[in-house]
């Protein structure tokens, strides 16, 4: 699976070990999934600042968070039509907040890698279709979700 990983933000510092663990993330996900090595990726590194205008911009939500997705193979009713018949299969985009995952991994007591970790498993999460709009969907995915981060070491 190729992963382009853009960071655009100079507020949290970001460095080979924090991408290791992304990597490690997206590749156990990748495998828990099966999705083959023709699946792209595409992760931005953001501040609270850019997030908060992408958040107001496509959730009508004017405060930052800490994941978005954006999926490439989703088909709404305003969503271009997207030709799957190519080799390649593009997941989407995840854009996660460095600032806010710093934040809240103090916030929760543990590592900046493991927030990082789980916003990026998260976000993937969504761009494979999983989604927490009932209980047990939820349930679903936070058991995918530390199901993932168990196997590269990432637990609570």
Known sequence: METMISNQQTKVEYDLSL???????????????????????????VDDDYIRKLNHLYRGQDSP??????????SGE?????????????????VISL?????????????????????????MLHLLGFEHSSEADDQTMQAWQEK?????????
Request: proline share 2%; aromatic share 4%; hydrophobic share 40%.
């Open 19 to 45: 991408e290791k663990v992304i990597n490690q993330v997206v590749s156990a996900t990748a495998r828990l999934h099966d999705l083959g090595p023709d699946t792209e990726l595409s992760i931005l590194l």
């Open 99 to 123: 600032e806010k995952a710093l934040v809240q991994s103090q916030e929760y007591g543990h590592s900046l890698a493991r927030e990082v970790g789980f916003l990026t498993v998260h976000g």
């Open 65 to 74: 968070t800490d994941v978005l997705s954006f999926a490439m193979n989703e």
């Open 148 to 156: 993932i981060l168990q196997s590269v070491d990432l637990e609570r």
């Open 78 to 94: 305003d969503e271009p039509e997207y030709d799957a018949s190519e080799e390649t299969n593009i997941l989407g985009d995840i």
